[in-house]
C-alpha cells in the first residue's frame, strides 16, 4: 500500500484558515459580549454580555477558590516551561557565539510568548469583562476577559508539545509529553470553570484566542524547523510529508538515516 502524503503548502493553508476562522468568531463573541443580552449582573452592578447563559452557569458551579488554587500552580508551572525555553535559547547562544545561531524553532517560541504577554496587557488595559466575584484582597472588580490563565496554559502547554514534537526522538517520550501536556490543558479549562472567578464566556474566549495564536504558530514553527533541519544537515523534503515514515522502496521496520530524526547537539 502506497503511503498516504499531504503538501506542506496545504497543511500550511489549513492552519492559516483555522487561525482565521478563530480569530473571526474571537471578535465576534467580544461584539457580542457588548450587545447580546447585556446585564448588570456582574459586582457592583457591572454589566455582563450573555449574561442569562453566564448568569446560570455561575449559580451552577458556584465558587471554589480551592480549584483557584490549584489552576495558579498549574499557572506557574506554564510559566516555569516558557523560563526553561529561554534557558535552551541562551545556553544556545553562549554556546554558538552567535544570535543568528540559535535555533530559529527557540526565536518562533520567544514570539509567541511575547504576543501572549502583549494580548495579557491589551486586556488588562481594554476591559470587556469583569469578574463575577471581587477577588480577596481586592477593593474592585477585576478584569476578567479573556481568561488569561486558560490562553496561557493553551498556548504554553500546546507549543511545548509541537516544539518537543521537532527534537524528541523517542516516539514513547513524545506521547508521555503530549498526553501529559493535554491533561493540564483540560484540567485548567475545567478548574479555571468551577472555580467560579471567570464567565463561561470568559473561557471560551480564552480558548478561541489560544487556538487562534497555535495556528499560526504552527506554520511559523514548521518553517523554522525546515532552517533549523539544513544545519543539522537533516535532510527535509520541499514539499511532501509522508504520514509513513517508512520509504516505499525499503522494507517496513527499516528506516534510512536521511529519513531519521536528529537529536541537536545542544
Not at 70 to 78: N, R
Not at 100 to 115: E, H, M, P, T
Not at 137 to 146: D, H, I, K, L, R
Not at 200 to 217: K, M, Q
Request: hydrophobic share 45%; glycine share 10%.
Amino acid at each position: 500500500m502506497r503511503p498516504r502524503c499531504v503538501t506542506k503548502g496545504s497543511m500550511i493553508m489549513k492552519r492559516n484558515i483555522c487561525g482565521i476562522v478563530s480569530g473571526i468568531l474571537f471578535g465576534v463573541l467580544i461584539y457580542m459580549l457588548k450587545t447580546y443580552d447585556v446585564a448588570a449582573i456582574g459586582p457592583d452592578g457591572t454589566s455582563i454580555g450573555f449574561s442569562a447563559i453566564n448568569q446560570k452557569v455561575h449559580d451552577y458551579t458556584g465558587v471554589n477558590m480551592q480549584w483557584y488554587q490549584i489552576t495558579d500552580i498549574l499557572g506557574y508551572a506554564a510559566l516555569g516551561i516558557c523560563a526553561l525555553f529561554g534557558f535552551a535559547g541562551l545556553l544556545q547562544l553562549i554556546r554558538r557565539k552567535s544570535f543568528a545561531k540559535v535555533d530559529r524553532s527557540i526565536y518562533a517560541l520567544a514570539g509567541l510568548y511575547i504576543v501572549v504577554i502583549g494580548l495579557y496587557v491589551f486586556f488588562e488595559k481594554y476591559i470587556i469583562n469583569y469578574r463575577p466575584i471581587i477577588m480577596p484582597g481586592a477593593s474592585a472588580p477585576e478584569a476578567s476577559f479573556p481568561s488569561s490563565h486558560t490562553m496561557l496554559i493553551i498556548t504554553v502547554m500546546a507549543s511545548t508539545a509541537m516544539i518537543l514534537g521537532k527534537y524528541v526522538r523517542n516516539g514513547f517520550l513524545k506521547g508521555i509529553v503530549t498526553i501529559l501536556c493535554i491533561a493540564v490543558m483540560l484540567l485548567t479549562v475545567y478548574g479555571r470553570l468551577i472555580c467560579g472567578v471567570h464567565w463561561f464566556t470568559d473561557i471560551v474566549g480564552g480558548i478561541l484566542l489560544s487556538i487562534t495564536l497555535l495556528a499560526f504558530f504552527g506554520s511559523i514553527l514548521d518553517a523554522a524547523w525546515r532552517k533549523d533541519s539544513s544545519r543539522y544537515e537533516r535532510p527535509v523534503k520541499d514539499s511532501i510529508v509522508f504520514e509513513n515514515p517508512a520509504p516505499a522502496s525499503e522494507p517496513t521496520g527499516r528506516v534510512s538515516r536521511s529519513e531519521k530524526e536528529y537529536r541537536p547537539k545542544h
